[in-house]
C-alpha cells in the first residue's frame, strides 16, 4: 500500500475509536510491555512522549521512573532529533509539532537498550509508517538497542511500501499482543 494511502486509512481507524477505548488499549500495551522490559533487565530507554491518537506512553515512563530505570525522550532541533535523560521533576514545552519536549539541554545519545517509536501505520513485516519527516528513521538508523513501536491493532494495514531508509521494528506491542520474534 502507498504511504499516503496507508497514513490516510490508519488515521481514520485512529479517529474512529472512542477516547474510553484509545485508554484501554493504551493501558493493555503499557502493561504488556512494561512487563516485557522489566522482565528482561533492560536498565535504559529511549521512548517518544505521546500526543493525542498515539497509544500513551505516560504509565510506560512513569513505571520505568519509578524502577530507576533511565528514561530518554526526543527533542527536536531543525532537522535533528536529540535526547533528553527524563526524571520525574523534568518540565516540558511543546515543540513546533505540539509535542512535550524537555526544557533541559539535549544530546546525542543512541545506547540505550531499548527504543519505543510511534507510528502512523504498520504491517505484517513490521515496517513502520512514520508522520513523514524521518525524524525516527534517522535516530533509529544509528540506535544500537531494540527497536519497538506502539500501535493500536487498527493501525495495521497491507504490505506497506518501503524505502532504503525505513528502520523496520523488532517488535510491535499492540493491545491484541506483541508482533515480532525476540531477537
Known sequence: MDKKSARNLAKE???SLSDAEKLIKSAKIAS???DYFVSRGFKSIFIYKSVKNEVSTESVIEA????GIKVFVPKTSGD?????EINDNTEYLPNAFGIPE???????FYGADVNV?????????LNRLGHGKGYYD????RATGKICAFAFGCQNTAALETETHDVKMHLIFTEN???????
Open 13 to 15: 481507524r485512529v479517529k
Open 32 to 34: 504488556d510491555f512494561t
Open 64 to 67: 520505568l521512573l519509578k524502577r
Open 80 to 84: 535533528d532529533m536529540f535526547v533528553a
Open 102 to 108: 524537555p526544557v533541559s539541554a539535549a544530546t546525542e
Open 117 to 125: 517509536v510511534p507510528l502512523v501505520a504498520f504491517d505484517e513485516k
Open 138 to 141: 534517522r535516530y533509529l538508523a
Open 177 to 183: 499482543g506483541v508482533l515480532g520474534e525476540e531477537r
